[in-house]
Protein backbone atom coordinates (compact mmCIF):
# COMPACT_ATOMS: atom_id res chain seq x y z
CA UNK A 1 0.00 0.00 0.00
CA UNK A 2 1.42 3.73 -1.08
CA UNK A 3 1.24 6.30 1.94
CA UNK A 4 -0.20 9.25 0.12
CA UNK A 5 2.78 11.75 2.13
CA UNK A 6 5.16 12.57 -0.39
CA UNK A 7 8.53 11.51 1.29
CA UNK A 8 6.84 8.28 2.44
CA UNK A 9 5.53 7.58 -0.67
CA UNK A 10 8.89 8.06 -2.39
CA UNK A 11 10.31 5.28 0.32
CA UNK A 12 7.46 3.28 -0.62
CA UNK A 13 8.71 3.31 -4.73
CA UNK A 14 12.28 2.35 -3.25
CA UNK A 15 14.45 3.77 -6.58
CA UNK A 16 11.93 4.06 -9.46
CA UNK A 17 12.60 6.01 -12.76
CA UNK A 18 9.92 7.65 -14.25
CA UNK A 19 9.26 8.75 -17.62
CA UNK A 20 5.75 10.22 -17.65
CA UNK A 21 5.59 9.98 -21.31
CA UNK A 22 6.90 9.51 -24.47
CA UNK A 23 6.22 11.41 -27.92
CA UNK A 24 3.24 9.97 -30.25
CA UNK A 25 1.60 11.49 -33.54
CA UNK A 26 -1.48 12.99 -33.00
CA UNK A 27 -1.80 12.70 -36.49
CA UNK A 28 -2.42 8.71 -36.46
CA UNK A 29 -0.18 6.14 -35.97
CA UNK A 30 -0.38 2.87 -33.71
CA UNK A 31 -0.35 3.72 -30.13
CA UNK A 32 -0.70 1.36 -27.29
CA UNK A 33 -2.98 -1.60 -28.16
CA UNK A 34 -5.92 -1.03 -26.18
CA UNK A 35 -6.08 -4.75 -23.73
CA UNK A 36 -9.27 -6.95 -24.77
CA UNK A 37 -12.99 -6.15 -22.85
CA UNK A 38 -13.06 -9.08 -19.60
CA UNK A 39 -16.34 -10.96 -20.04
CA UNK A 40 -18.82 -9.84 -18.04
CA UNK A 41 -19.04 -12.32 -15.21
CA UNK A 42 -15.23 -10.92 -14.12
CA UNK A 43 -15.58 -9.10 -11.19
CA UNK A 44 -14.23 -5.69 -10.90
CA UNK A 45 -11.07 -6.73 -9.35
CA UNK A 46 -9.99 -8.90 -11.70
CA UNK A 47 -10.84 -6.91 -14.69
CA UNK A 48 -7.77 -4.52 -13.22
CA UNK A 49 -5.73 -7.26 -12.81
CA UNK A 50 -6.25 -8.83 -16.16
CA UNK A 51 -6.23 -5.26 -17.90
CA UNK A 52 -2.55 -4.63 -16.10
CA UNK A 53 -1.49 -7.81 -17.32
CA UNK A 54 -2.77 -6.98 -20.80
CA UNK A 55 -0.71 -3.44 -20.79
CA UNK A 56 2.60 -5.47 -19.52
CA UNK A 57 2.63 -7.92 -22.04
CA UNK A 58 2.59 -5.27 -24.56
CA UNK A 59 4.07 -1.91 -23.43
CA UNK A 60 7.45 -4.01 -21.25
CA UNK A 61 10.30 -3.79 -22.55
CA UNK A 62 10.70 -7.00 -21.48
CA UNK A 63 7.53 -8.31 -22.71
CA UNK A 64 7.93 -11.35 -24.66
CA UNK A 65 9.80 -12.85 -21.39
CA UNK A 66 6.73 -12.99 -19.61
CA UNK A 67 5.36 -16.17 -19.62
CA UNK A 68 1.87 -17.28 -20.90
CA UNK A 69 0.94 -18.91 -17.64
CA UNK A 70 1.73 -15.91 -16.01
CA UNK A 71 -1.57 -15.18 -13.43
CA UNK A 72 -2.42 -11.74 -12.32
CA UNK A 73 -5.47 -12.65 -10.57
CA UNK A 74 -3.16 -14.39 -8.15
CA UNK A 75 -1.89 -11.58 -6.78
CA UNK A 76 -3.50 -8.64 -4.21
CA UNK A 77 -3.49 -5.44 -6.01
CA UNK A 78 -1.74 -3.73 -9.52
CA UNK A 79 1.59 -2.95 -7.40
CA UNK A 80 2.10 -6.37 -6.83
CA UNK A 81 1.59 -7.54 -10.29
CA UNK A 82 4.26 -4.69 -11.07
CA UNK A 83 6.59 -6.39 -8.38
CA UNK A 84 6.04 -9.53 -10.00
CA UNK A 85 7.10 -9.26 -13.40
CA UNK A 86 10.23 -7.48 -12.37
CA UNK A 87 11.38 -11.18 -12.67
CA UNK A 88 11.36 -11.61 -16.12
CA UNK A 89 13.64 -8.99 -17.09
CA UNK A 90 16.73 -10.98 -18.40
CA UNK A 91 19.51 -8.87 -19.69
CA UNK A 92 22.60 -10.64 -21.29
CA UNK A 93 25.81 -10.23 -19.02
CA UNK A 94 23.50 -10.28 -15.98
CA UNK A 95 22.65 -12.81 -13.75
CA UNK A 96 20.03 -11.72 -12.03
CA UNK A 97 16.77 -10.01 -13.52
CA UNK A 98 17.77 -6.15 -14.20
CA UNK A 99 14.66 -4.75 -13.13
CA UNK A 100 13.73 -2.99 -9.61
CA UNK A 101 11.69 -0.68 -10.39
CA UNK A 102 8.51 -1.52 -12.01
CA UNK A 103 4.96 -0.37 -9.83
CA UNK A 104 1.97 0.72 -9.39
CA UNK A 105 0.42 3.38 -7.43
CA UNK A 106 -3.18 4.96 -7.02
CA UNK A 107 -3.82 7.90 -9.18
CA UNK A 108 -4.73 10.75 -6.69
CA UNK A 109 -1.51 9.18 -4.10
CA UNK A 110 0.83 9.29 -7.41
CA UNK A 111 -0.76 12.91 -8.32
CA UNK A 112 0.32 14.07 -4.81
CA UNK A 113 3.42 13.21 -4.98
CA UNK A 114 4.27 14.09 -8.38
CA UNK A 115 2.85 17.72 -7.49
CA UNK A 116 6.92 18.40 -6.80
CA UNK A 117 5.87 19.79 -3.40
CA UNK A 118 7.33 17.96 -0.63
CA UNK A 119 5.78 18.27 2.63
CA UNK A 120 8.32 17.23 5.58
CA UNK A 121 11.55 18.39 7.74
CA UNK A 122 13.97 19.00 4.69
CA UNK A 123 15.98 17.19 6.16
CA UNK A 124 18.37 14.92 4.95
CA UNK A 125 20.73 12.75 7.07
CA UNK A 126 23.77 10.04 6.78
CA UNK A 127 25.92 8.20 9.10
CA UNK A 128 28.97 9.26 9.07
CA UNK A 129 30.71 6.44 10.80
CA UNK A 130 28.36 3.81 13.16
CA UNK A 131 27.33 6.30 15.53
CA UNK A 132 27.88 9.17 14.13
CA UNK A 133 24.98 10.70 12.07
CA UNK A 134 25.18 13.89 10.31
CA UNK A 135 22.81 16.45 8.54
CA UNK A 136 23.45 15.14 4.69
CA UNK A 137 21.77 17.82 3.03
CA UNK A 138 18.53 20.54 4.21
CA UNK A 139 16.13 22.07 1.53
CA UNK A 140 16.15 26.42 2.44
CA UNK A 141 12.76 26.95 2.46
CA UNK A 142 11.96 23.60 4.83
CA UNK A 143 11.76 24.15 8.41
CA UNK A 144 14.68 22.85 8.86
CA UNK A 145 16.61 25.61 6.36
CA UNK A 146 14.69 28.39 7.96
CA UNK A 147 16.26 27.05 11.47
CA UNK A 148 19.41 27.30 10.31
CA UNK A 149 20.50 23.90 10.21
CA UNK A 150 23.35 22.98 7.58
CA UNK A 151 24.96 20.25 6.44
CA UNK A 152 27.91 18.77 8.67
CA UNK A 153 26.07 19.04 11.56
CA UNK A 154 26.07 16.06 13.84
CA UNK A 155 23.08 14.91 15.48
CA UNK A 156 23.51 13.80 18.71
CA UNK A 157 19.96 13.15 20.64
CA UNK A 158 16.62 12.75 18.46
CA UNK A 159 13.44 13.75 21.15
CA UNK A 160 15.88 13.65 24.07
CA UNK A 161 17.19 10.13 22.68
CA UNK A 162 21.19 9.32 22.81
CA UNK A 163 20.67 5.86 20.99
CA UNK A 164 21.39 7.47 17.39
CA UNK A 165 23.74 4.41 15.77
CA UNK A 166 22.85 1.89 12.94
CA UNK A 167 21.69 -0.59 15.18
CA UNK A 168 18.86 1.58 15.83
CA UNK A 169 18.01 2.71 12.14
CA UNK A 170 14.14 2.04 12.75
CA UNK A 171 14.08 4.67 14.81
CA UNK A 172 15.88 7.26 12.92
CA UNK A 173 13.73 6.91 10.07
CA UNK A 174 10.57 7.14 11.89
CA UNK A 175 11.90 10.12 13.37
CA UNK A 176 13.11 12.06 10.39
CA UNK A 177 11.25 11.07 7.79
CA UNK A 178 7.56 9.59 9.49
CA UNK A 179 6.66 12.40 11.99
CA UNK A 180 5.27 15.27 11.72
CA UNK A 181 6.82 17.19 14.67
CA UNK A 182 10.43 15.81 15.82
CA UNK A 183 12.86 17.59 18.78
CA UNK A 184 16.56 17.53 16.92
CA UNK A 185 20.09 17.89 19.19
CA UNK A 186 22.64 19.23 16.24
CA UNK A 187 26.28 19.96 17.53
CA UNK A 188 28.19 21.95 15.13
CA UNK A 189 31.35 22.52 14.02
CA UNK A 190 32.40 25.16 16.46
CA UNK A 191 30.77 22.13 18.67
CA UNK A 192 28.01 24.21 20.34
CA UNK A 193 24.68 22.68 20.15
CA UNK A 194 21.73 23.62 19.36
CA UNK A 195 18.27 21.94 20.17
CA UNK A 196 14.95 22.65 17.88
CA UNK A 197 11.89 20.78 17.34
CA UNK A 198 11.37 20.87 13.59
CA UNK A 199 7.52 20.81 12.39
CA UNK A 200 6.84 19.00 8.93
CA UNK A 201 5.10 21.38 6.33
CA UNK A 202 4.84 22.25 2.91
CA UNK A 203 7.78 23.99 0.83
CA UNK A 204 8.93 23.96 -2.61
CA UNK A 205 12.44 22.38 -3.19
CA UNK A 206 15.47 24.31 -4.73
CA UNK A 207 17.89 21.73 -6.11
CA UNK A 208 20.78 24.55 -6.68
CA UNK A 209 22.27 23.99 -3.56
CA UNK A 210 25.26 26.08 -4.25
CA UNK A 211 27.68 27.11 -7.40
CA UNK A 212 30.98 29.40 -6.98
CA UNK A 213 34.32 29.41 -8.05
CA UNK A 214 37.77 28.74 -7.06
CA UNK A 215 40.79 29.96 -8.14
CA UNK A 216 43.75 27.69 -6.84
CA UNK A 217 47.30 27.49 -8.19
CA UNK A 218 45.98 29.95 -10.64
CA UNK A 219 43.62 27.66 -11.88
CA UNK A 220 40.35 28.99 -12.29
CA UNK A 221 37.34 26.17 -10.85
CA UNK A 222 33.81 25.91 -11.25
CA UNK A 223 32.05 23.84 -8.70
CA UNK A 224 27.99 23.44 -8.46
CA UNK A 225 26.02 21.45 -6.60
CA UNK A 226 22.46 20.27 -7.73
CA UNK A 227 20.68 18.22 -6.15
CA UNK A 228 17.39 17.11 -8.43
CA UNK A 229 16.19 17.51 -11.33
CA UNK A 230 12.68 18.29 -10.35
CA UNK A 231 11.59 21.98 -10.04
CA UNK A 232 10.55 25.32 -11.45
CA UNK A 233 12.26 25.03 -14.44
CA UNK A 234 12.33 28.21 -15.69
CA UNK A 235 13.67 29.53 -12.04
CA UNK A 236 15.98 26.97 -12.67
CA UNK A 237 16.70 27.50 -16.27
CA UNK A 238 17.48 30.91 -15.34
CA UNK A 239 20.05 29.72 -12.69
CA UNK A 240 21.89 27.72 -15.29
CA UNK A 241 22.01 30.44 -17.87
CA UNK A 242 23.59 32.50 -14.54
CA UNK A 243 25.74 29.92 -13.48
CA UNK A 244 27.41 29.23 -17.01
CA UNK A 245 27.68 32.76 -17.68
CA UNK A 246 29.79 33.44 -14.49
CA UNK A 247 31.61 30.61 -15.35
CA UNK A 248 32.42 31.88 -18.36
CA UNK A 249 33.57 35.31 -17.38
CA UNK A 250 35.80 33.73 -14.69
CA UNK A 251 37.54 32.33 -17.79
CA UNK A 252 36.60 29.09 -15.63
CA UNK A 253 38.95 25.81 -17.25
CA UNK A 254 37.40 23.06 -14.97
CA UNK A 255 33.98 22.03 -14.00
CA UNK A 256 33.29 20.00 -10.90
CA UNK A 257 29.26 18.86 -10.84
CA UNK A 258 28.12 17.59 -7.42
CA UNK A 259 25.44 14.84 -8.20
CA UNK A 260 26.25 12.86 -4.96
CA UNK A 261 22.68 13.47 -4.15
CA UNK A 262 20.77 13.62 -7.08
CA UNK A 263 18.12 11.08 -8.03
CA UNK A 264 16.97 12.34 -11.14
CA UNK A 265 13.66 14.18 -12.62
CA UNK A 266 13.16 15.67 -16.05
CA UNK A 267 14.68 14.40 -19.76
CA UNK A 268 14.08 17.79 -20.61
CA UNK A 269 16.30 19.81 -17.75
CA UNK A 270 19.03 16.69 -18.20
CA UNK A 271 19.34 18.19 -21.69
CA UNK A 272 19.35 21.90 -21.34
CA UNK A 273 22.36 20.86 -18.56
CA UNK A 274 24.20 18.65 -21.44
CA UNK A 275 24.34 21.51 -23.82
CA UNK A 276 25.86 23.83 -21.36
CA UNK A 277 28.68 21.52 -20.69
CA UNK A 278 29.41 19.75 -23.48
CA UNK A 279 31.99 20.87 -25.38
CA UNK A 280 31.41 23.01 -29.11
CA UNK A 281 32.51 20.14 -31.06
CA UNK A 282 29.59 18.00 -29.46
CA UNK A 283 26.90 20.55 -31.09
CA UNK A 284 24.25 19.06 -34.04
CA UNK A 285 25.33 15.54 -32.93
CA UNK A 286 23.57 12.45 -31.29
CA UNK A 287 23.24 13.26 -27.87
CA UNK A 288 20.82 10.61 -26.61
CA UNK A 289 18.43 8.08 -28.07
CA UNK A 290 15.11 6.32 -25.99
CA UNK A 291 14.46 3.23 -27.38
CA UNK A 292 11.08 0.84 -26.77
CA UNK A 293 10.48 -2.92 -27.28
CA UNK A 294 10.09 -4.64 -31.23
CA UNK A 295 6.39 -3.50 -30.76
CA UNK A 296 7.13 0.18 -30.07
CA UNK A 297 10.19 0.92 -32.19
CA UNK A 298 8.54 3.61 -34.42
CA UNK A 299 7.99 5.85 -31.22
CA UNK A 300 12.39 5.15 -30.70
CA UNK A 301 13.19 8.84 -30.27
CA UNK A 302 16.54 10.85 -30.87
CA UNK A 303 17.86 13.89 -29.31
CA UNK A 304 21.09 16.17 -30.74
CA UNK A 305 23.52 18.49 -28.52
CA UNK A 306 22.34 21.93 -28.80
CA UNK A 307 25.12 24.05 -27.37
CA UNK A 308 24.39 26.88 -25.03
CA UNK A 309 26.75 29.11 -23.46
CA UNK A 310 30.27 29.77 -24.31
CA UNK A 311 31.60 27.61 -22.04
CA UNK A 312 33.82 24.88 -23.82
CA UNK A 313 35.30 22.36 -21.86
CA UNK A 314 37.23 19.13 -22.67
CA UNK A 315 37.04 17.62 -19.76
CA UNK A 316 34.54 17.26 -16.80
CA UNK A 317 34.41 16.09 -13.36
CA UNK A 318 31.53 14.52 -11.32
CA UNK A 319 31.02 13.69 -7.71
CA UNK A 320 28.80 10.88 -7.49
CA UNK A 321 27.69 8.05 -5.36
CA UNK A 322 24.95 5.39 -4.74
CA UNK A 323 22.46 8.29 -4.74
CA UNK A 324 23.39 9.33 -8.33
CA UNK A 325 20.55 7.77 -10.65
CA UNK A 326 18.67 8.01 -13.33
CA UNK A 327 18.38 11.62 -15.11
CA UNK A 328 21.92 12.07 -13.01
CA UNK A 329 23.22 8.53 -14.78
CA UNK A 330 21.57 9.86 -18.13
CA UNK A 331 23.92 13.24 -18.23
CA UNK A 332 27.15 11.60 -17.00
CA UNK A 333 26.53 8.59 -20.23
CA UNK A 334 25.47 11.38 -22.52
CA UNK A 335 28.51 13.76 -22.01
CA UNK A 336 31.18 10.36 -22.39
CA UNK A 337 31.27 10.24 -26.21
CA UNK A 338 32.36 13.65 -26.68
CA UNK A 339 34.88 14.40 -23.32
CA UNK A 340 36.84 12.94 -20.43
CA UNK A 341 34.53 11.82 -17.84
CA UNK A 342 36.13 11.93 -14.55
CA UNK A 343 34.03 10.51 -11.50
CA UNK A 344 34.92 10.53 -7.71
CA UNK A 345 33.34 9.96 -4.53
CA UNK A 346 32.48 7.46 -1.86
CA UNK A 347 30.83 4.51 -4.14
CA UNK A 348 29.62 4.21 -7.90
CA UNK A 349 26.49 5.09 -9.25
CA UNK A 350 22.96 3.79 -8.79
CA UNK A 351 22.49 2.04 -12.12
CA UNK A 352 19.42 2.94 -13.72
CA UNK A 353 19.33 3.21 -17.54
CA UNK A 354 15.76 1.68 -18.11
CA UNK A 355 12.28 4.63 -18.20
CA UNK A 356 8.80 4.55 -18.01
CA UNK A 357 5.46 6.35 -18.19
CA UNK A 358 2.28 6.15 -16.08
CA UNK A 359 -0.56 4.24 -17.38
CA UNK A 360 -3.64 4.44 -16.36
CA UNK A 361 -5.99 1.64 -15.30
CA UNK A 362 -8.74 2.21 -13.08
CA UNK A 363 -8.16 4.22 -10.52
CA UNK A 364 -4.17 3.11 -10.90
CA UNK A 365 -1.34 4.27 -12.76
CA UNK A 366 1.09 1.38 -13.42
CA UNK A 367 4.82 1.69 -14.56
CA UNK A 368 6.27 -1.45 -16.20
CA UNK A 369 9.37 -0.94 -17.26
CA UNK A 370 9.10 0.40 -20.82
CA UNK A 371 12.81 1.66 -22.45
CA UNK A 372 15.70 2.13 -22.51
CA UNK A 373 18.36 4.67 -23.32
CA UNK A 374 22.25 4.98 -25.09
CA UNK A 375 24.23 7.19 -25.77
CA UNK A 376 26.01 8.29 -29.20
CA UNK A 377 28.20 4.97 -28.75
CA UNK A 378 25.24 3.00 -27.93
CA UNK A 379 26.16 2.43 -24.68
CA UNK A 380 23.79 2.57 -22.04
CA UNK A 381 23.51 -0.94 -20.25
CA UNK A 382 24.57 0.14 -16.51
CA UNK A 383 22.36 -1.66 -14.42
CA UNK A 384 25.22 -1.77 -12.03
CA UNK A 385 26.25 2.02 -11.70
CA UNK A 386 29.30 3.68 -12.85
CA UNK A 387 32.52 2.81 -11.12
CA UNK A 388 34.45 5.31 -10.29
CA UNK A 389 37.54 6.86 -11.26
CA UNK A 390 38.87 7.39 -7.51
CA UNK A 391 36.94 6.80 -4.26
CA UNK A 392 36.76 8.38 -1.42
CA UNK A 393 34.91 9.73 1.19
CA UNK A 394 31.57 11.61 1.48
CA UNK A 395 32.57 14.60 3.53
CA UNK A 396 29.66 14.47 5.79
CA UNK A 397 31.88 16.43 8.48
CA UNK A 398 31.74 19.61 6.52
CA UNK A 399 29.46 21.89 4.70
CA UNK A 400 29.07 22.45 0.73
CA UNK A 401 31.93 23.84 -0.86
CA UNK A 402 34.66 23.86 1.71
CA UNK A 403 37.63 23.32 0.17
CA UNK A 404 38.60 20.38 3.02
CA UNK A 405 35.67 18.02 2.10
CA UNK A 406 37.32 14.70 1.00
CA UNK A 407 35.65 14.34 -1.70
CA UNK A 408 35.35 18.34 -3.41
CA UNK A 409 39.31 17.97 -2.13
CA UNK A 410 39.67 14.98 -4.21
CA UNK A 411 38.63 16.33 -7.48
CA UNK A 412 40.26 19.98 -6.95
CA UNK A 413 44.09 18.18 -6.07
CA UNK A 414 43.60 16.41 -9.62
CA UNK A 415 43.31 19.69 -10.91
CA UNK A 416 45.94 21.23 -9.55
CA UNK A 417 48.52 18.28 -9.27
CA UNK A 418 47.32 15.06 -11.70
CA UNK A 419 46.02 12.82 -8.99
CA UNK A 420 43.57 12.54 -6.59
CA UNK A 421 43.70 13.53 -3.01
CA UNK A 422 45.77 11.04 -0.89
CA UNK A 423 46.50 8.87 -4.18
CA UNK A 424 50.40 7.95 -4.47
CA UNK A 425 51.71 8.93 -7.94
CA UNK A 426 50.64 6.30 -10.47
CA UNK A 427 48.39 4.19 -8.12
CA UNK A 428 44.88 3.53 -7.82
CA UNK A 429 44.39 2.30 -4.11
CA UNK A 430 41.58 3.36 -2.85
CA UNK A 431 41.54 5.39 -0.02
CA UNK A 432 37.90 5.11 1.11
CA UNK A 433 36.42 1.97 2.23
CA UNK A 434 32.43 1.98 4.05
CA UNK A 435 31.63 -0.13 6.72
CA UNK A 436 28.51 -2.49 5.83
CA UNK A 437 27.07 -1.28 8.70
CA UNK A 438 27.41 2.28 7.45
CA UNK A 439 26.37 1.52 3.70
CA UNK A 440 23.31 -0.56 4.65
CA UNK A 441 22.29 2.15 6.98
CA UNK A 442 22.80 5.38 4.24
CA UNK A 443 20.71 2.84 1.74
CA UNK A 444 18.10 2.57 4.59
CA UNK A 445 18.00 6.55 4.96
CA UNK A 446 18.71 6.96 1.23
CA UNK A 447 14.99 5.57 0.01
CA UNK A 448 12.66 8.26 0.98
CA UNK A 449 14.32 10.50 -1.99
CA UNK A 450 13.30 10.60 -5.05
CA UNK A 451 15.22 8.61 -8.39
CA UNK A 452 14.10 8.44 -11.35
CA UNK A 453 13.78 9.93 -15.21
CA UNK A 454 10.67 12.13 -16.03
CA UNK A 455 9.89 12.92 -19.61
CA UNK A 456 7.31 15.31 -19.96
CA UNK A 457 5.90 14.82 -23.74
CA UNK A 458 2.41 13.57 -23.87
CA UNK A 459 1.04 10.04 -24.90
CA UNK A 460 -2.07 9.38 -25.75
CA UNK A 461 -3.28 5.59 -24.98
Sequence with gaps: MFIIKNRLLLAALLATSLISACKKSDSGGDDITPPPSPTPTTSAADKIKDTVVDYSRDIYLWYSQIPTAFNGRSYADADKIMTAIRQYSVEPGFTQPVDRWSFAAKQKEWDNVSSGIAGDFGLGVFFHSDNDLRVKSVERESAAGKAGVR????????NGSENINTTNINFIVQNVFESSSTSFTFQKPDNSTLTVTLNAGSYLENPIVLDSVYTIDSKKIGYFVFNSFLGDTTAIYNDFNRIFNRFAQANVGDVIIDLRYNGGGYVSMQEKLANYLAPSAANGNLMMKQEFNNKYSQYNTVSNFRKQGSLNLNRIFFIVSNSTASASELLINNLKPYMEVLLVGPNKSYGKPVGFFPIPVADWYIFP????????????????????????????????????EASFASALSYIT????????????????QQSAQVKEGNRVLDLPDFKGTIDVRGMKL
Excluded: H, M, P
Design 369 to 404: VSFRTTNKNGEGNYYGGFNLNYTVADGLDKDWGNTT
Design 417 to 432: SGIFRGQAAGSQTKTY
Design 151 to 158: RGWRITKI
